[in-house]
């Protein structure tokens, strides 16, 4: 069963048609990677999933409900989270203080958090922000100042803040970009471990390749605003449009 269906999206920034009759159909607790040259959409893609952007045509349903129209926020609660594309955690704040952000939001809502809910009860914040720095393996870094964190951990806070939202789909916009080759290989493994520990659907845009092979189990691949093909990896590898399109051969 698809659990995001996108259906003949538009959008267009003034003269740039930036997506065009998009159709992208993602199976419940699969992986599915997005890739396709640069420019190619996919950011503005997931920027019309998450209420960033509304497109100019087409649906947007998740579980069954449509998106469009509603606030970012409003769509996080329907169970969507998203990483960006660069690292949004807060690098005056420690481990532990990030942690606790999104903890708050989940128990008081992200519009009445506020200084006298944060002061009457911590505890459980504190005990569920413990809980997600455990099971992300970031228990041993609390106290450390975020912005000293390694690219790779940094991306696993941001991953492990949107995971206390216990959402139902996980949005990343090229994850591992910008990473040293071992980063990247946590940033797999950690992917792997939350696809088998959570009832979770993943949906990846990424540039590096061997992520995508690694994690995915359907490829869009997006070419000028447009799916060119969707399939299986192994299929997409040998795909004579894609290895022109995307691979320049
Ligand atoms: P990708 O993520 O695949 O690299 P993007 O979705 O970021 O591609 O961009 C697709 C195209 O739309 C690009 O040509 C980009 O310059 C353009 N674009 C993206 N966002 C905007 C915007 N807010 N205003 C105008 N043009 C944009
Ligand atoms: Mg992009």
Do not use: W
């Not at 997506?19 to 997931?46: C, F, M, Q, R, Y």
């Not at 169970?79 to 952000?101: A, C, K, W």
């Not at 990473?179 to 939350?194: F, G, H, Y």
């Amino acid at each position: 069963m698809a659990i995001l269906e996108v259906k003949n999206v538009g959008k267009r920034f003034g003269g740039l048609q930036a997506l065009s009759d998009v159709n992208l159909s993602v199976a419940e607790n699969s992986v599915h990677a997005i890739i396709g040259p640069n420019g190619a959409g996919k950011s503005t893609l997931l920027n019309c999933l998450v209420g960033k952007l509304i497109p100019d045509t087409g649906s947007v349903m998740f579980d069954g409900q449509s998106v469009l129209g509603r606030k970012p926020y409003e769509i996080n609660q329907m169970g969507i989270s998203r990483v960006f594309q660069t690292p949004e955690i807060f690098g005056d704040l420690s481990v532990q203080e990030n942690m606790m952000i999104p903890c708050f939001a989940k128990r008081d809502g992200a519009f009445q958090m506020n200084a006298l809910t944060a002061m009457s009860s911590q505890r459980d914040v504190i005990e569920k922000a413990e809980e997600m720095l455990v099971e992300m393996k970031l228990a041993d870094k609390r106290h450390m100042h975020a912005a000293s964190m390694s690219r790779g951990d940094k991306r696993r806070l941001e991953i492990a803040m949107c995971l206390s939202q216990d959402p139902r789909l996980l949005l990343l916009d090229e994850p591992t970009a910008g990473m040293a080759r071992a980063d990247t290989n946590n940033t797999i493994d950690l992917l792997k471990q939350i696809k088998d520990e959570r009832d979770i659907t993943i949906a990846i845009i990424e540039h590096d390749m061997h992520v995508v092979f690694s994690l995915a189990e359907r490829i869009t691949v997006l070419a000028q605003g447009t799916p060119l093909v969707e399939d299986t990896p192994d299929n997409i590898k040998g795909h004579p449009k894609v290895r022109e399109a995307y691979l320049g051969e």
